[in-house]
C-alpha cells in the first residue's frame, strides 16, 4: 500500500550499501517522474538545477571550491545546457563526473591548506574569536578560501573547546585530527573511495532535489533514519554515540532500552570493544556499523570511563538488541491546575505510526482519557512548535479528535485530480476550549492539523506570526524495507476545508506570540524551488464528488447529517482575546526583554553592527506561559457564557 507523509528532515550524508550503477539513474528517475506533480521528464530547467546542487551537495559550506572553477557549471548557457541534457537522456553522465574532477583537485588543496593552517593554531594560543561562518557566494580568490579555511579550523575548535577541556598542545592536535577524520570522511568518497555506486547516487540526489523542494533520493542508512523518525521505534541496544578527541564516546541512553536498563553504562563513558576485538583505533563508520549488524542478538560491549580522581576504570556489559519504542520522542504532557480543573499541554513533537500499533493519534486519546478520569478537563493547549510533519493520515486522525464529521484536507494531483479525506467518526473526541501553539518550525502535518482547526473554528492558533508553509504531499518508499531503491518525491498538494493550502504562506496565527525563531528566515519560501501557492473551492458543504456508487447512500445518511459546522464563536472574540494578551506581554519585564532581543538579533541579521543583549531565555518558556494565559481567557468566557445561558 502505497504510503504518503509530509516531513521536513536535514540528513548526513551516507554511504548506500546496495551497489548503483550510472545505468540505473534514469530507471530511477522514470520512476520519479511517473510520480511528481510537475516534471515527467528531464528538461533543460531540470539540468542547469542539478549542477548548482550537485556542487552544493560537496561544498555546502563554500570552503573548498574558487568560484572561477565551478563558474561554466553554475551559469551554464542554454546550448550546452541542451547538449548536456541530450547525453543525460541517453544515459551519459560524463559531465557530472568531469566535476568531480574539479572537486578532487579542491579536495586536495584543502588537505594541503590544512596541513600548513593547522601547525601555527597548535603551537599557539588560539586568542582570535569564533569566525563568523556561512555564505551564499563561493571564493572569489584563493586567499579569500584560505581565510574561510582558516575560519572553519578556529570554528571547529572552538565548538569542542565547549565539550572538553583543552588545555595542552597535545589535546589541541586532538582536536585537528578528529576534524580530519571527520573531513577524510566525506572527501573519500570523492577521491580515494568514489566508484559508480557513490557517484550514481550523488547524481540522483542532485537530479530528485531539481524537481522541487522535498523530492529526494535516500541512501540505505539515510532511509533507515527517515523510518526510525516516523515510526518512533527500531531494533538495537539504545545507545547513541558520537566522535570525540578521545574517542567514540556516550552521548545519550534511549529510555527503556537495554542499555539504560543496565544501569551500567553512562553519559560520557568511552567505547573501548565490540564483541571482544578493540575498536579504540578504528573509524567511526566502522564502530556504527558493528554496532548495527545483525550477525547475532547479543552484542558484548566493553567501555572505559575517567573517574573524578583522574584514574580509569575498564569493564564489559553484554546486552541484548530488542525492538525500542521511542517513548521520549511521543506524546508527553503536563497539567495546570485553574478554577475546579486542570488545562492539559499536550507536546506532540511528530505525527508518527508504526507496525506495533502506536500512533500519535492513539497516544492522545490515552492520555486524555487518563486525564478526564482524574480530572475535570477544561481546556487544551496541542503544542506543535517543533512538529516537522509525519504521516498524513495521522494529521487527519488528529484533526479528528476535535470535530464532527467533515473534510479535513483536499488534495490535488499533476492532473488536477482532487482526493477529499474526511473524518467519519461522527463525533468530536474533546470540543472544549482548544489553543494549538505553533512556531515558524511548525510545518506539513502539525500545519494541516492547525489549519483545518482554525478552518473550522473550534481552535485558535497563538505563536509566531505564520508556520513554515509547506503544503505538498509526497510518495515515498522509505517505509517498504524491501524497496529497490529508497527516495520521496512530491505528488501533489494539500488543501484544507477552506480550500486555502499552507504552502509558502503557512498558517496565520489568530494571536501572535513570537518565538525564538522568529527573526530568523524560517520557511518555505527560502528553500530551493518550492511549488506555487494557489487555491480550490471550500469544502465545508462536502458534495461528496468523489465517492460513487452504494456507499455514497451510506455516506448521505450516516455522514452528512452530522457535518462540522464553522464555529464562529472563538473569532468573534478575537479582539478582546488580543487585547487581552497584548496587555499582558506589554507588562511582562521578561516578555519585553525578549522581544527587545529578538529586535536586536534582527537588525544584526541585516547587517548592523550592533551589540545583542547577553540575557538567556531559555530556562523560561514565554510561549507557553502566554498561551496558557489565553487558554484561560477562554474558559473564562466559555463559562461566563454558560452561566448567562443557564448551563
Not at 571550491?65 to 546550448?79: A, F, G, K
Not at 540526489?205 to 523530492?215: E, V
Not at 475546579?340 to 486519546?365: M, Q
Request: include cysteine.
Amino acid at each position: 500500500m502505497k504510503k504518503f507523509f509530509l516531513i521536513i528532515l536535514l540528513l548526513p550524508f551516507c554511504v548506500f550499501s546496495k551497489p548503483l550503477h550510472l545505468s540505473e539513474i534514469n530507471k530511477v528517475m522514470e520512476q520519479i517522474f511517473d510520480y511528481h506533480v510537475e516534471f515527467k521528464e528531464y528538461n533543460s530547467l531540470i539540468i542547469a538545477r542539478s549542477f548548482n546542487l550537485y556542487i552544493d551537495q560537496f561544498d555546502p559550506l563554500k570552503i573548498y571550491l574558487i568560484e572561477e572553477e565551478i563558474e561554466p557549471y553554475i551559469n551554464m548557457d542554454e546550448s550546452n545546457v541542451n547538449l548536456v541534457l541530450q547525453r543525460v537522456k541517453n544515459g551519459d553522465f560524463s559531465d557530472y563526473i568531469e566535476l568531480n574532477q574539479i572537486f578532487q583537485k579542491s579536495i586536495i588543496r584543502a588537505r594541503n591548506l590544512r596541513k600548513e593552517l593547522t601547525k601555527p593554531l597548535i603551537l599557539n594560543d588560539i586568542s582570535m574569536k569564533k569566525a563568523t561562518s556561512g555564505t551564499s557566494s563561493y571564493a572569489k580568490s584563493f586567499n579569500e578560501l584560505v581565510d574561510r579555511q582558516k575560519s572553519s579550523l578556529i570554528n571547529f575548535y572552538f565548538n569542542q573547546k565547549k565539550r572538553s577541556k583543552i588545555d595542552t598542545q597535545n589535546k589541541k592536535q586532538k582536536v585537528f585530527a578528529l576534524l580530519e577524520r571527520k573531513l577524510f570522511r566525506n572527501e573519500a568518497l570523492y577521491l580515494e573511495k568514489v566508484n559508480d555506486n557513490v557517484t550514481s547516487q550523488n547524481i540522483l540526489k542532485s537530479l530528485t532535489r531539481s524537481l522541487d523542494a522535498h523530492s529526494y533520493f535516500f541512501t540505505e542508512d539515510e532511509a533507515d533514519q527517515m523510518r526510525l523518525s516516523l515510526e518512533k521505534e527500531f531494533q538495537g541496544v539504545g545507545i547513541v554515540l558520537t566522535e570525540s578527541i578521545d574517542g567514540v564516546i556516550v552521548t545519550n541512553l534511549i529510555n527503556n532500552s537495554p542499555a539504560q536498563k543496565s544501569e551500567i553504562i553512562k553519559v560520557n563513558d568511552i567505547l573501548t570493544e565490540i564483541n571482544g576485538k578493540s575498536v579504540e583505533y578504528v573509524s567511526f563508520d566502522k564502530v556504527m556499523k558493528k554496532m548495527k549488524s545483525k550477525d547475532s542478538s547479543e552484542i558484548l560491549l566493553g567501555f572505559k570511563r575517567v573517574l573524578d580522581d583522574g584514574s580509569i576504570s575498564f569493564w564489559k556489559v553484554k546486552l541484548e538488541r530488542e525492538p525500542i519504542s521511542m517513548d521520549d520522542q511521543r506524546l508527553s504532557y503536563t497539567l495546570e491546575p485553574f478554577l475546579n480543573g486542570v488545562i492539559a499541554k499536550l507536546d506532540l513533537t511528530s505525527f508518527y505510526e508504526n507496525s506495533n500499533g502506536i500512533t500519535s493519534e492513539k497516544d492522545i486519546k490515552k492520555a486524555l482519557r487518563a486525564i478526564k478520569k482524574e480530572n475535570n478537563l477544561l481546556g487544551i493547549i496541542l503544542d506543535l512548535r517543533e512538529n516537522a510533519g509525519g504521516f498524513l493520515s495521522q494529521a487527519i486522525k488528529v484533526t479528528a479528535l476535535f470535530i464532527k464529521n467533515g473534510v479535513v484536507v483536499i488534495s490535488k494531483n499533476s492532473q488536477d485530480e482532487m482526493r477529499y479525506l474526511r473524518n467519519i467518526e461522527g463525533e468530536a473526541f474533546y470540543n472544549g476550549p482548544l489553543v494549538v501553539l505553533t512556531s515558524k518550525l511548525s510545518a506539513s502535518a502539525s500545519e494541516i492539523v492547525a489549519a483545518s482547526l482554525q478552518d473550522y473554528g473550534v481552535a485558535l492558533i497563538v505563536g509566531d506570526e505564520t508556520t513554515f508553509g509547506k503544503g505538498s504531499i509526497q510518495y515515498q518508499t522509505i517505509t517498504d524495507k524491501s524497496a529497490d531503491y529508497f527516495f520521496k518525491v512530491t505528488v501533489g498538494k494539500y488543501y484544507t476545508v477552506s480550500g486555502k493550502t499552507t504552502q509558502i504562506d503557512g498558517v496565520q496565527a489568530d494571536i501572535v506570540v513570537p518565538s525564538e525563531y522568529s527573526p530568523f528566515k524560517i520557511g518555505e519560501r527560502y528553500l530551493k524551488y518550492p511549488l506555487k501557492s494557489d487555491t480550490v473551492k471550500p469544502a465545508y458543504k462536502d458534495r461528496l464528488t468523489d465517492v460513487n456508487g452504494k456507499i455514497k447512500l451510506w455516506f448521505r445518511h450516516n455522514y452528512l447529517p452530522n457535518l462540522q459546522k464553522k464555529v464562529t464563536f472563538w473569532q468573534k472574540m478575537l479582539p478582546n482575546l488580543r487585547k487581552n494578551s497584548q496587555i499582558r506581554v506589554s507588562k511582562d519585564p521578561i516578555f519585553q526583554s525578549f522581544l527587545k532581543k529578538q529586535d536586536q538579533i534582527k537588525l544584526k541579521i541585516k547587517g548592523e553592527d550592533i551589540q545583542i543583549s547577553a540575557d538567556d531565555f531559555s530556562n523560561v518558556d514565554l510561549q507557553m506561559t502566554e498561551a496558557s494565559y489565553i487558554i484561560k481567557d477562554m474558559i473564562i468566557i466559555e463559562s461566563d457564557l454558560r452561566k448567562a445561558s443557564g448551563l
